[in-house]
């Protein structure tokens, strides 16, 4: 079993940034790719951005492209998610999720465990 958790979600305006945390535990040895997917009030979950666990190269959502950093803390088993220049259309609820299967995956079917969120708002 991986257990996620997210943290860092908050209120800010439009331009600022913020970073979302997500501590995995449990077996993370088994975890092969992390993502970042968000979804908006009313909308299906979107893919934001994912990464091999142990190292790789990022992908990103066309959406975030330029904006939005992943990364991991191997050591702390933390992922990270630094959002720069949010937008309004950014506000969402964000989760992130553990592959044992796939590494940095848009589809959200082949992440086989989830956190419970963090509520991202961007005011204009």
């Known amino acids: 079993q991986v257990q996620l958790a997210e943290a860092g979600g908050t209120l800010v305006q439009h331009g600022e940034s913020l970073r979302l945390s997500c501590v995995v535990s449990?077996?993370?040895?088994?975890?092969?790719?992390l993502g970042w997917f968000r979804q908006p009030p009313g909308k299906e979950r979107e893919y934001v951005a994912g990464?091999?666990?142990?190292?790789?190269?990022?992908t990103y959502g066309d959406s975030v492209k330029g904006r939005f950093i992943i990364s991991i803390d191997n050591a702390k088993n933390t992922a990270y998610l630094e959002m720069n220049n949010v937008r309004p259309d950014d506000t969402a609820v964000y989760y992130c999720?553990?592959?044992?299967?796939?590494?940095?995956?848009?589809?959200?079917?082949?992440?086989?465990?989830w956190g419970q969120g963090t509520q991202v708002t961007v005011s204009s």
């Open positions: 990464v091999k666990y142990f190292g790789g190269r990022p």
């Open positions: 449990g077996r993370t040895s088994s975890v092969y790719g």
């Open positions: 999720g553990a592959s044992l299967s796939w590494a940095a995956s848009p589809v959200v079917s082949r992440y086989d465990y």
